[in-house]
């Protein structure tokens, strides 16, 4: 049984921020969590709605089973991770539980090329393990494989030394903390669900304990699934479902009048504080206008947030060069932004680079001026975070004079 705090942690893992103390129930924390693994895995665009019917696919035929498996993002490659990771270039503080375990999902596709058809993922402390059998290796399409699997999960009550263990000592160990085997475990139960009851495939006289279910390639969740993952629905008091703003600074939510009363005493501070300072109306540019495009070259904002999908599609399409901006997700709702300035320009983003705005001193020196100097009050040289509004489609409302309480890690 996965606890709330295990959630939130696995949650933050795949980048999906929820408030420290958010009341948000357990049974909603876990559906979120669902709706993450299945934006992952990119579920809804794969995946048929009527279900998935292993017998109606064809065997992988599309080359090596581990290619799929390595993200084609330049920005996020699996793969040159695996190889940062084994000689030691990136610290621990650099990686996480998501991305261990896709470097898992990585050596079970590198375990199948070589004709392995069996592996145990272990904690440290063999205690924690998952034991997982490869069935078969079907095509969804061209470029995603969906691995037929059986999956057994178990905690030992205490440590046994591998070699010790019998039959499972003949298997290959692949490391993964007991974060990363929740991850696996909750993708596979998620996926066993979707196999029809009457789905047989073969199985040995010794799998009778073990689970049918499947594995696909998985992505960091798009810039889309962060900010719709990420909006934490429930009253900041009780935790039901939220249906009021805070009027003044709309920051807060609350289920009832009551509530909001309740908590008015906690949050007065910062509310007043917002709603009492200066806010400067500044008009930004597009980075497609700040940034021409060369003759013939593909446009592509792409980061590491961005699906293999997408980066296939932009990479191989026409040259697109737009000055539409971006839409707007807050409304009139206050949210963050960073600010991060150099001798000539300034660009501002959101948390999930939903909207990316420059401002150029030739173009503006008075505004280009203030947010200068806010950036350098920041704790990061030319650099620091504000609150900001949307008012039209390339203008923020930035409060310039109020520094957050606590500066975020993006």
Same mark, same amino acid.
């Given at each position: 049984?996965?606890?709330?705090?295990?959630i939130?942690?696995?949650?933050?893992?795949?980048?999906?921020?929820?408030?420290?103390?958010?009341?948000?129930?357990?049974?909603?924390? +876990?559906?979120?969590?669902?709706?993450?693994?299945?934006?992952?895995?990119?579920?809804?665009q794969?995946?048929?709605? /009527?279900?998935?019917?292993?017998?109606?696919?064809?065997?992988?035929?599309?080359?090596?089973?581990?290619?799929?498996?390595?993200?084609?993002?330049?920005?996020?490659?699996?793969?040159?991770?695996?190889?940062?990771?084994?000689?030691?270039?990136?610290?621990?503080?650099?990686?996480? !539980?998501?991305?261990?375990?896709?470097?898992?999902?990585?050596?079970?596709?590198?375990?199948? !090329?070589?004709?392995?058809?069996?592996?145990?993922?272990?904690?440290?402390?063999?205690?924690?393990?998952? +034991?997982?059998?490869?069935?078969?290796?079907?095509?969804?399409?061209?470029?995603t494989?969906?691995?037929?699997? +059986?999956?057994?999960?178990?905690?030992?009550?205490?440590?046994?030394?591998?070699?010790?263990?019998?039959?499972?000592?003949?298997?290959?160990?692949?490391?993964?903390?007991?974060?990363?085997?929740?991850?696996?475990?909750?993708?596979?139960?998620?996926?066993?669900?979707? +196999?029809?009851?009457?789905?047989?495939?073969?199985?040995?006289?010794?799998?009778?304990?073990?689970?049918?279910?499947?594995?696909?390639?998985?992505?960091?969740?798009?810039?889309?699934?962060?900010?719709?993952?990420?909006?934490?629905?429930?009253?900041?008091?009780?935790?039901?479902?939220?249906?009021?703003?805070?009027?003044?600074c709309e920051?807060?939510?609350?289920?009832?009048?009551?509530?909001?009363?309740?908590? @008015?005493?906690?949050?007065?501070?910062?509310?007043?504080?917002?709603? /009492?300072?200066? @806010?400067?109306?500044?008009?930004?540019?597009?980075?497609?206008?700040?940034?021409?495009?060369?003759?013939?070259?593909?446009f592509?904002?792409t980061?590491?947030?961005t699906?293999?999908d997408?980066?296939?599609?932009?990479?191989?399409?026409?040259?697109?060069?737009?000055?539409?901006?971006?839409?707007?997700?807050?409304?009139?709702?206050?949210?963050?932004?960073?600010?991060?300035?150099?001798?000539t320009?300034?660009?501002?983003y959101?948390? @999930?680079?939903?909207?990316?705005?420059?401002?150029?001193?030739?173009? !503006?020196?008075?505004?280009?001026?203030?947010?200068?100097?806010?950036?350098?009050?920041?704790?990061?040289?030319?650099?620091?975070?504000?609150?900001?509004?949307?008012?039209?489609?390339?203008?923020?409302?930035?409060?310039?004079?109020?520094?957050?309480?606590?500066?975020?890690?993006?």
């Amino acid at each position: 049984m996965t606890s709330r705090e295990e959630i939130l942690h696995i949650l933050r893992s795949l980048r999906v921020e929820l408030p420290v103390d958010s009341k948000i129930s357990e049974q909603s924390l +876990l559906e979120k969590l669902y709706r993450a693994l299945d934006c992952a895995q990119l579920a809804p665009q794969r995946l048929p709605a /009527s279900g998935i019917v292993p017998q109606s696919l064809f065997p992988w035929d599309r080359g090596p089973l581990r290619r799929p498996f390595c993200s084609e993002n330049s920005t996020e490659d699996i793969g040159m991770l695996s190889v940062l990771l084994s000689v030691g270039v990136l610290s621990t503080m650099e990686r996480n !539980d998501f991305v261990d375990f896709r470097l898992v999902l990585l050596r079970f596709a590198e375990e199948y !090329d070589k004709g392995i058809r069996s592996a145990v993922v272990r904690d440290q402390q063999p205690c924690y393990l998952t +034991l997982i059998k490869f069935v078969k290796v079907l095509k969804l399409n061209d470029t995603t494989p969906l691995i037929v699997v +059986l999956y057994q999960h178990a905690v030992r009550k205490s440590q046994v030394e591998p070699d010790t263990e019998g039959p499972l000592s003949s298997f290959p160990c692949v490391p993964g903390s007991r974060g990363v085997q929740q991850i696996l475990y909750l993708l596979l139960h998620r996926n066993a669900a979707r +196999l029809p009851e009457a789905y047989k495939a073969p199985r040995e006289p010794d799998d009778t304990d073990m689970e049918y279910s499947f594995i696909m390639p998985t992505e960091p969740l798009s810039l889309a699934d962060l900010h719709s993952l990420s909006k934490d629905k429930a009253c900041n008091v009780c935790g039901r479902k939220a249906l009021k703003h805070c009027a003044v600074c709309e920051l807060v939510v609350y289920c009832s009048k009551d509530c909001q009363k309740q908590a @008015w005493p906690s949050h007065k501070t910062q509310c007043r504080a917002l709603s /009492s300072s200066v @806010w400067t109306a500044i008009k930004f540019q597009s980075s497609c206008v700040t940034t021409p495009l060369s003759e013939g070259m593909p446009f592509s904002n792409t980061n590491q947030y961005t699906p293999t999908d997408e980066v296939q599609s932009t990479s191989r399409g026409p040259a697109i060069e737009t000055e539409d901006p971006p839409p707007n997700h807050y409304g009139t709702k206050p949210f963050i932004i960073k600010i991060r300035t150099s001798d000539t320009s300034v660009m501002v983003y959101d948390h @999930w680079q939903t909207l990316n705005f420059w401002l150029m001193s030739s173009n !503006d020196p008075v505004n280009f001026r203030r947010l200068s100097e806010a950036a350098s009050t920041g704790s990061r040289e030319m650099q620091c975070y504000r609150w900001a509004k949307r008012i039209s489609d390339l203008e923020l409302s930035v409060c310039l004079d109020l520094k957050l309480p606590e500066e975020p890690r993006w």
